[in-house]
């Protein structure tokens, strides 16, 4: 092509933001390579051979991870080039740390690295889905109400007769024939939909009414109205399904949203004030909250190790187990952590301590943490405030999330049943969080697209390029 | 909304850090208390994990590590000849450990400091890292045979056999004993069971009677005495005169210090190889009580005697003889001839043997020879060294002399190899009025060149109400010398 002979400035092109698509494919191929030395790992740990299934679970994941890059390229191209390889790292090292349970309790106990992976390829097709029907994410903002009404029914779900199950003591589960589903995972995503464009709605209202008492601005008293319908919808979830874990998730991040929404610190304290007060008069009157928090006060007290029910063994033999990984760990494969108690869902943390010690823990906290930040980068480029605040609220939740099942394992705060977002076991959680990371890679797409370019210097029609 | 979006980022971060923070302190500092927590299984099935060292003696393996193919409890504990060697290499169990098992358990389980460049090659090379190797100084003929000697018709006792010139431990029985096998399996209940019946056992058979155990050593001792009494005069030898009266008259008591039997010993008058040859009590009484309590408890603290001594590790730890609290005469002419509260352990007369042979210096007894890591790197040698100096080499020589005649011509004739200078001690100990004694002797061979000390005892009663040193310990000597010396 010859140079054009002259030159107009304003056609000149503005420097684009680059895509980095090609930094996304490599660091994608280097965490699929990070997952198959993984699996190696296991196999020479446990029976000093690679394991056969290396190359099918590997290229299986790979060529998941490929699918889902390639709808990325295709309809979100702008896109945070570090979301989709960090994600495909942690699940994929939950996978291992499954197989590896697996293996190490002969196909007993539960967990299922087969069902995990085929998950795995359910969430990827979803996340693509998301991607090539939700082209423009500010389409939520419209079903704001409607979200709300989805999200309040998925979470009450579990208590209509019939379809709700009780698994291990908690009322968190719907199901039909063998399929069980954990409706609680989906539901914090409606709610957070609801929250955003709600909060978007009402944020003025909510931030400038009110008076100033002391040195904190104390809202009206009407305004009090969504906060303490949450409050009640959060307390019913931890009242009627004994789950503690999705209570202080949701709230948490409500009061969270609430707190961008308005930039007012008294909604901050009257949530904690809210939720102190509400989680007291729970524990008084049910034993399953007290029993928690003594489990996390004396976890090495032998008589709660021996109780049966809300006893401390769980919590120990995590700990025991992370004690013994040490700074290095045990390496894949030579630990012990079949002996923790439902170490492929809720204790997977625990077990990827023992087997990789705190330097693996340290990389994986990283890992999050470095997602969590993307997400909350791109809630600041967003251009429009319900996109900030979804984005906001849907890294915040991942963040949350963490910290209340990291925090619970490592005896930080007391422990509260939630799954380490796409490590552990389960369909619901992976669907949900593989959703959550699409919308993520929508609203990223559009804050670093670059804004639309005049394409032709004069007159008065222009025609914008897309 | 830019400014608090970057405040709940800030929270984001305070959240991730505390979980760091949290989590480096629970795996660094927490986890060596955790670590210690009993109710932790992975205690117990990290004993199973490592292959340990082998423990062995010369070419024969005393105790070694089999792989299960268990993906829990891989590494199970073996002794191919369990119950011989068992006071040597003590037993393995979930939860506890013995002698030589023991004291070398960081060597065997890899985990000493002295290890750390060999796992430090493991961990670069990928090799899983194995325990060090243990040599003991066991001769494998010499405790076989000492094993089937004393252990035969169902004899209680116990031997221990040393190289006189480097203090190495060539011999250690103690009957009746135990199988460690049985404690090796990887099962808490199963073996707390198989202990507790064993230590219930009237018999003791988790003792190990060569150290752990003290016995009044009868006239073993008098080599002690004659030791002292040759020491406090030069002019002094095998001929030299001694009054042996029939009964001794003990002062300021009405008891009398009879001969064994109450026999005559010689004419009255006899000389001090007389003495020794017929184990005439009567003489040494009277040498005891004119020597002094302070000149017999230095003599014996010079052969390691003492429970004022620095204890003595071999590496198990042995228990303290004594010759006894200083009273009057009375009882100081009964502990001079090995009786009253005198009490010693098999070890203890076999490093008086010992040092007799080794013209007069004690060395420290071991039974660690040397430590190899799984590479056949030599992490510890033997470590030889001097106890003491217990008598000068004149004195000895003319100690070893009497001992000889005690073999040739005396009560221990039953010790006598062809071709071979034995040197021994009888000692027939009473343990109380109506019961029957217990049959000591101590001996070393050959004597212009020794190679071998053994101290033995058949406890009171296991060998028929007439044993004697003499006729029942003798001939077990004689059997572990003959093994060492290939005779």
């Known amino acids: 092509m010859s140079a054009p002979t002259v030159s107009t400035p304003s056609a000149e092109p503005v420097a684009l933001p680059a895509k980095r698509r090609m930094a996304q494919l490599v660091m994608l191929a280097f965490a699929v390579l990070i997952v198959m030395a993984a699996y190696a790992a296991v196999g020479l740990g446990i029976d000093g051979k690679i394991p056969s299934g290396m190359l099918t679970y590997g290229l299986g994941l790979g060529g998941f991870m490929l699918a889902a890059y390639l709808v990325l390229a295709r309809f979100a191209p702008w896109a945070d080039p570090l979301i989709l390889p960090l994600v495909t790292l942690i699940n994929g090292l939950g996978l291992v740390m499954i197989y590896r349970l697996e293996v190490g309790a002969g196909g007993e106990g539960g967990a299922s690295a087969t069902n995990q992976l085929l998950w795995t390829a359910v969430g990827v097709v979803v996340f693509a889905v998301t991607l090539i029907v939700l082209r423009d994410h500010r389409a939520l903002q419209r079903l704001t109400y409607t979200a709300g009404a989805l999200g309040l029914l998925l979470l009450i779900s579990p208590l209509i007769p019939f379809i709700g199950q009780e698994i291990n003591g908690a009322r968190i589960w719907i199901g039909a024939g063998?399929?069980?589903?954990?409706?609680?995972?989906?539901?914090?995503?409606?709610?957070?939909?609801?929250?955003?464009?709600?909060?978007?709605?009402?944020?003025?209202?909510?931030?400038?009414?009110?008076?100033?008492?002391?040195?904190?601005?104390?809202?009206?008293?009407?305004?009090?109205?969504?906060?303490?319908?949450?409050?009640?919808?959060?307390?019913?979830?931890?009242?009627?399904?004994?789950?503690?874990?999705?209570?202080?998730?949701?709230f948490g991040t409500f009061i969270a949203m609430l707190y961008i929404a308005t930039q007012r610190t008294s909604w901050v304290l009257i949530g904690i004030l809210l939720f102190a007060g509400g989680t007291i008069v729970a524990s008084s009157i049910f034993s399953h909250v007290?029993?928690?928090?003594e489990v996390f006060l004396n976890p090495e007290d032998p008589a709660l190790y021996y109780r049966e029910l809300g006893g401390s063994a769980q919590l120990l033999e995590g700990l025991f187990g992370m004690s013994q990984g040490g700074v290095l760990g045990t390496g894949l494969g030579q630990g012990h952590p079949g002996l923790i108690p439902l170490a492929f869902s809720d204790f997977i943390f625990a077990a990827i301590g023992e087997e990789l010690g705190l330097t693996g823990l340290m990389a994986l906290l990283m890992i999050y943490g470095l997602l969590v930040e993307r997400g909350l980068r791109t809630a600041l480029a967003a251009r429009d405030p319900f996109s900030k605040l979804l984005a906001g609220g849907l890294s915040f939740i991942l963040a949350w999330q963490v910290f209340i099942i990291v925090g619970g394992v490592t005896n930080l705060i007391p422990l509260t049943g939630l799954v380490t977002p796409f490590m552990s076991q389960g369909g619901s959680a992976l669907l949900a969080n593989w959703i959550l990371i699409a919308l993520l890679v929508r609203m990223s797409d559009a804050a670093r697209k670059p804004p639309p370019q005049a394409i032709q210097d004069e007159g008065l029609t222009q025609v914008f390029q897309r | 909304m830019n400014s608090t979006l970057k405040r709940a980022a800030l929270?984001?971060?305070?959240?991730?850090?505390?979980?760091?923070?949290?989590?480096?302190?629970?795996?660094?500092?927490?986890?060596?208390?955790?670590?210690?927590?009993?109710l932790d299984r992975r205690n117990f099935f990290a004993r199973y994990e490592v292959e340990r060292g082998l423990i062995t003696a010369g070419n024969t393996v005393l105790a070694e590590s089999k792989d299960t193919g268990d993906s829990e409890t891989r590494f199970k504990r073996v002794y191919p000849k369990g119950e011989i060697y068992a006071p040597v290499t003590g037993f393995f169990a979930p939860e506890n450990t013995s002698d030589i098992e023991r004291e070398t358990n960081d060597l065997l389980d890899g985990s000493s400091p002295d290890l750390v460049i060999r796992r430090g090659i493991d961990l670069v090379t990928g090799k899983t890292t194995k325990g060090a190797n243990v040599e003991v100084t066991i001769n494998p003929k010499a405790q076989e045979a000492a094993y089937k000697a004393l252990g035969a018709s169902g004899k209680k006792g116990a031997l221990v056999a040393i190289d006189p010139r480097s203090g190495a431990i060539l011999a250690m029985v103690s009957i009746p004993t135990y199988d460690p096998n049985l404690f090796a399996p990887a099962d808490k209940a199963a073996v707390n069971k198989a202990y507790a019946k064993l230590e219930k056992d009237k018999d003791q058979p988790l003792v190990n009677r060569a150290i752990a155990r003290t016995y009044p050593p009868g006239s073993t001792f008098k080599v002690v005495t004659m030791a002292a009494y040759l020491e406090s005069d030069d002019s002094l030898g095998p001929q030299s005169q001694v009054d042996a009266p029939q009964v001794l008259d003990l002062p300021n008591t009405t008891a009398d210090l009879p001969n064994y039997g109450g026999a005559a010993c010689g004419a009255g008058r006899v000389t001090l190889s007389f003495s020794l040859e017929k184990s005439c009590n009567t003489p040494f009484g009277k040498i005891g009580i004119d020597l002094g309590y302070e000149t017999m408890k230095e003599q014996a603290a010079k052969f390691g005697i003492g429970p004022d001594l620095e204890p003595l590790r071999i590496p198990m730890g042995v228990s303290p003889s004594s010759i006894g609290p200083e009273e009057d005469k009375a009882a100081l002419a009964q502990a001079s001839i090995g009786q009253r509260s005198n009490q010693m352990t098999p070890l203890q007369m076999a490093m008086v043997?010992?040092?007799?042979?080794?013209?007069?210096?004690?060395?420290?007894?071991?039974?660690?020879?040397?430590?190899?890591?799984?590479?056949?790197?030599?992490?510890?040698?033997?470590?030889?060294?001097?106890?003491?100096?217990?008598?000068?080499?004149?004195?000895?020589?003319?100690?070893?002399?009497?001992?000889?005649?005690?073999?040739?011509?005396?009560?221990a004739g039953a010790a006598k190899i062809p071709g071979v200078k034995v040197g021994g001690k009888t000692g027939t100990a009473e343990t109380a009025e109506g019961r029957a004694p217990h049959a000591w002797f101590i001996s070393f061979a050959?004597?212009?060149?020794?190679?071998?000390?053994?101290?033995?005892?058949?406890?009171?009663?296991?060998?028929?109400?007439?044993?004697?040193?003499?006729?029942?310990?003798?001939?077990?000597?004689?059997?572990?010398?003959e093994a060492v010396l290939n005779k």
């Open chain 2, 11 to 38: 929270a984001c971060m305070v959240m991730f850090g505390l979980l760091m923070i949290n989590i480096n302190y629970l795996q660094v500092v927490r986890a060596d208390d955790l670590k210690q927590n009993s």
């Open chain 1, 178 to 250: 063998g399929f069980t589903l954990q409706p609680a995972e989906l539901a914090k995503l409606a709610l957070i939909i609801f929250f955003a464009g709600y909060l978007v709605a009402k944020r003025d209202v909510l931030a400038l009414a009110g008076r100033r008492l002391l040195f904190i601005d104390l809202p009206r008293a009407r305004d009090l109205g969504p906060i303490l319908i949450t409050w009640g919808l959060s307390l019913g979830v931890l009242i009627l399904q004994k789950d503690l874990g999705s209570s202080l998730l949701i």
């Open chain 1, 290 to 293: 007290a029993a928690r928090v």
């Open chain 2, 446 to 481: 050959p004597a212009d060149d020794p190679q071998i000390a053994v101290a033995l005892i058949v406890e009171s009663g296991s060998a028929g109400d007439d044993a004697s040193g003499g006729q029942t310990a003798a001939p077990i000597a004689k059997s572990v010398m």
């Open chain 2, 353 to 411: 043997a010992a040092g007799i042979a080794n013209d007069g210096v004690v060395m420290k007894p071991y039974l660690v020879k040397r430590v190899t890591d799984a590479e056949g790197t030599e992490i510890q040698g033997e470590d030889r060294e001097e106890l003491s100096t217990a008598m000068s080499p004149e004195s000895a020589a003319k100690l070893q002399e009497m001992m000889v005649n005690v073999v040739e011509l005396g009560t």
